[in-house]
């Protein structure tokens, strides 16, 4: 069974960086899409950004610039890399994986398993 856990959590200032990674416990699984989710503090959980097996990538329009999602492929991991946060907020970061669809969609329900999630503190 697919399992996903989200490491690199922690805290970051306002114009910081920070790196999450997200890795799969069964690396011969055929995964279509990935993506990065957020959960503010008091809201709903929101798309961050999706990249398709194939490489292409789709990022949420609230996205600031620094933002970039990576995939190695052969073992199913991928990365999202947070440069120059100057409107950093503290939320919780969930990786997401779909064995279906290959759209880099951004919508909650197109994904078939979820992490625990990764917390990123501002302070």
């Known amino acids: 069974h697919v399992q996903l856990v989200e490491s690199g959590g922690g805290s970051v200032q306002a114009g910081g960086s920070l790196r999450l990674s997200c890795s799969l416990s069964?690396?011969?699984?055929?995964?279509?899409?990935m993506a990065w989710f957020r959960r503010l503090p008091g809201q709903e959980r929101e798309g961050v950004a999706a990249?398709?097996?194939?490489?292409?990538?789709n990022y949420a329009a609230y996205v600031e610039e620094g933002f970039t999602t990576t995939r190695d492929g052969a073992k199913n991991i991928i990365a999202l890399q947070m440069d120059s946060r100057k409107h950093a907020e503290t939320a919780t970061y969930y990786c997401a994986a779909d064995l279906v669809n290959d759209e880099t969609s951004l919508v909650e329900a197109e994904y078939d398993y979820w992490g625990q999630g990764t917390q990123v503190t501002v302070s």
């Open positions: 069964e690396y011969d699984v055929t995964i279509y899409c």
């Open positions: 990249i398709a097996g194939d490489g292409r990538t």
